[in-house]
């Protein structure tokens, strides 16, 4: 080979390497790796210690750790979807990265996924024994709103397609409480309740809660009347739980007539020939709060037609409870139905 024509080789690669999108692997000092980091499966999870992993980035506002899972081949400038995957009372954020392992699905659907770990140990309304660590306004919204910020700042908030709030149990009833606060309501294009409240709400059976010591239900604790309200700020609004948590899932939604959607259809159901990662390995067996992880299906009710494309929806999961983990393929139909779903609050904001 000839001088000439290694430098003409030369010219050509760097040309073609400059015309080639850039992989980014490594977004706001956190690398990325594909499949997540600090996995773990099944009766794994139980004895290796990664649930007590708290993450892999760094709200740099307080130090506190949380997971950031995003596409390790995302390309400048790329559209993304932000989801803020919060845990429920009792749990930390990698158990809930496994509860609702939806970062399985980053590179697929363009995700961006992160999942902090609440601060506060301290007692659930109307239970007993010692406290267990679940979100408090006081000690959280703020990181909360670090953990948003870095986001946005780290992918660009042009980049962000559309911002959800997903949360579990307490975190669901979390979202809800801060998805029309000041700082988020003119940035989150939509709400996914993980057996975490619905707008016109499936009331929770009369026994809804962890067994007790020698594995029989709990005493049924009095429940507090529904609100009829329903929140003062636009977004899409999916619903998710376990057959055996509610007494009856409603054929009508408030939130549906909100945005005109048409009566309720249903979609074909889901049929998982896999389990979840996790359930709650100290307490499984009582049908309500959940058993050890296993294949499953779910049943999908979708609200068609709906004003601006907001998707209104709900899915049960059939013979399942409080905490068995989400199956891979209602996993991915939740993130279809997120991705479907209109954005562009964070763009609006940034035309401002």
């Not at 007494?247 to 979840?276: N, Q």
Request: proline letters at 8%; aromatic letters at 8%.
């Amino acid at each position: 080979m000839t001088l000439k024509t290694t430098i003409a080789l030369a010219a050509l690669a760097a040309g073609a390497a400059a015309a080639a999108p850039a992989a980014a692997r490594d977004v706001g000092g956190v690398a990325c790796t594909s499949p997540p980091p600090a996995r773990c499966v099944g009766e794994a999870c139980a004895t290796t210690g990664d649930l007590a992993n708290l993450g892999n980035a760094t709200d740099p506002k307080t130090g506190r750790k949380f997971f950031l899972d995003y596409p390790c081949d995302l390309k400048p400038g790329e559209k993304v979807v932000f989801i803020l995957n919060l845990h429920g009372a009792g749990s930390v954020g990698n158990w809930q990265r496994h509860y609702f392992p939806v970062a399985d699905y980053k590179e697929t659907y363009r995700l961006v996924v992160a999942t902090p770990t609440a601060a506060t140990m301290g007692a659930i309304t109307g239970g007993q024994g010692p406290g267990v660590r679940r979100w408090d306004a006081a000690a959280d919204d703020e990181h909360l709103k670090n953990v948003t910020d870095f986001v946005l700042e780290s992918f660009g908030r042009s980049n962000i397609r559309s911002f959800w709030l997903a949360g579990h149990s307490q975190g669901g009833f979390t979202s809800s409480r801060i998805v029309c606060s000041d700082y988020f309501r003119d940035k989150v294009d939509g709400w996914l309740s993980l057996s975490g409240g619905r707008i016109g709400q499936a009331p929770f059976v009369a026994a809804f809660g962890p067994p007790q010591a020698d594995g029989s239900p709990p005493a049924p604790r009095p429940r507090p009347p529904l609100s009829g309200a329903t929140p003062a700020c636009d977004f899409s609004h999916v619903f998710t739980v376990g057959e055996h948590e509610i007494e009856t899932l409603p054929d009508t939604s408030p939130w549906a007539a909100k945005y005109g959607c048409a009566a309720r259809v249903r979609r074909p159901d889901i049929v998982d020939d896999k389990p979840g990662y996790v359930w709650d390995y100290q307490r499984a067996g009582y049908k309500v709060w959940g058993t050890k992880a296993r294949p499953g299906k779910a049943e999908v009710f979708a609200y068609p037609g709906c004003r601006d494309g907001r998707v209104v929806a709900d899915v049960v999961r059939i013979d399942k409870g409080h905490t068995e983990g989400l199956e891979p393929k209602v996993t991915e139909e939740l993130v279809k139905l997120i991705v479907s779903a209109p954005g562009g609050k964070l763009q609006q904001v940034s035309a401002d």
